[in-house]
């Protein structure tokens, strides 16, 4: 092996191993990290960790772009088992995939979907890891291709933005229910990883389900 991938090599892994430390200081701290910190875990100064991430920010950021990547390939894997013809199965298995990931990763889930941290701006970097999952539903509700009564003209000129903005194809109608069931499965995702339904909904799997059968009413997916 030449030098040069050797040293992208050692890079890599050595990228890796301070971004599973920031993990763990995730769940024990929540999103106030501390590099010091992180670099005290490795047993290294923290001007040698500067070098793999210059700042707490940057650091924050590959853990947010993780993350995206991560629910999104969860909720891939579990709409890829379903047949295609199957609108609805396919539907469901994407907020099951989403929510097996939230509930198995709540720091992580807390880091993309939480408080804002404050300080902290996301990059555009983030912006197209952040819109896998809703591509994903989106393109089911191509498949389905319902017809829905027209929104507002206000919000027909942003969504027609939006699709704009993304060389999409999707009627500003079809992306308005997308929108407000992708909306739903987050906020429905919230109060369970935040522990909002504590004393209140014991049959959270069921209630989820529930929810999410609703959203693809909404977006006209075929029982």
């Not at 100064?45 to 590959?62: E, I, M, N």
Request: net charge negative; charged share 25%; with cysteine.
């Amino acid at each position: 092996m030449s030098a040069p991938s050797l040293r992208a090599r050692v890079r890599s892994e050595m990228s890796q191993e301070i971004k599973a430390v920031a993990r763990r200081h995730l769940a024990a701290d929540g999103a106030n990290l501390s590099l010091r910190a992180v670099a005290r875990d490795l047993d290294i100064v923290a001007s040698a960790l500067y070098r793999y991430f210059p700042s707490r920010d940057a650091l924050l950021t590959a853990l947010i772009i993780d993350a995206y990547d991560d629910l999104a390939a969860a909720a891939g894997a579990a709409e890829s088992a379903v047949p295609r013809d199957d609108l609805r199965g396919r539907w469901i298995a994407v907020c099951r995939g989403v929510r097996e990931w939230a509930l198995a990763h709540p720091a992580e889930y807390g880091l993309i979907y939480g408080s804002p941290v404050p300080g902290y701006a996301a990059p555009p970097d983030t912006v197209e890891p952040a819109t896998k999952v809703i591509l994903l539903l989106a393109a089911i509700v191509a498949d389905a291709d319902p017809s829905f009564p027209a929104v507002p003209t206000a919000v027909h000129e942003d969504l027609q933005r939006l699709t704009a903005d993304r060389d999409g194809t999707m009627p500003e109608e079809q992306l308005d229910r997308v929108l407000v069931a992708w909306t739903h499965l987050y906020g429905t995702l919230n109060f369970e990883v935040f522990g909002r339904l504590t004393l209140m909904i014991e049959a959270r799997s069921a209630y989820f389900d529930h929810h999410m059968h609703l959203m693809a009413d909404l977006a006209g997916l075929p029982r």
